[in-house]
């Protein structure tokens, strides 16, 4: 089992910042990719900000400039900064890890919970 735990969603006004983490935990031999995703009510869920092994990152044309996606490999967690916020970005945010899984080298492709980030005018 692999299971992505994250925290650091709140409120803040705009402008302001917040710092999502994600931790992958479990049977994990390799992480491939991990990735920011969100989903506004009433909207899809949509890509945010994505980071694979070698470092590099992709993000929506609506975070550039303003979010940064990083990771701590030892520790199997990726950050998101997000600054300069906007009612906007007003969505619950979910983590997910793609990699291969320790001993049976299969691949697993998981997400987390969610947070809430709620930005107000």
């Known amino acids: 089992q692999v299971q992505l735990v994250e925290s650091g969603g709140g409120l803040v006004h705009s402008g302001g910042s917040l710092r999502l983490s994600c931790t992958a935990s479990?049977?994990?031999?390799?992480?491939?990719?991990m990735g920011w995703y969100r989903q506004a009510p009433g909207k899809q869920r949509e890509l945010v900000a994505t980071?694979?092994?070698?470092?590099?990152?992709n993000y929506a044309d609506s975070v550039k400039g303003r979010f940064t996606i990083s990771t701590d490999n030892a520790k199997n967690t990726v950050y998101l900064q997000m600054n300069s916020l906007k009612p906007e970005d007003t969505a619950v945010y979910y983590c997910?890890?793609?990699?291969?899984?320790?001993?049976?080298?299969?691949?697993?492709?998981?997400w987390g919970q969610g947070t809430q980030v709620t930005v107000s005018s």
């Open positions: 479990g049977s994990i031999f390799r992480i491939n990719a």
């Open positions: 980071i694979i092994s070698g470092g590099s990152t």
């Open positions: 997910n890890a793609d990699g291969l899984r320790l001993y049976t080298i299969t691949r697993f492709d998981v």
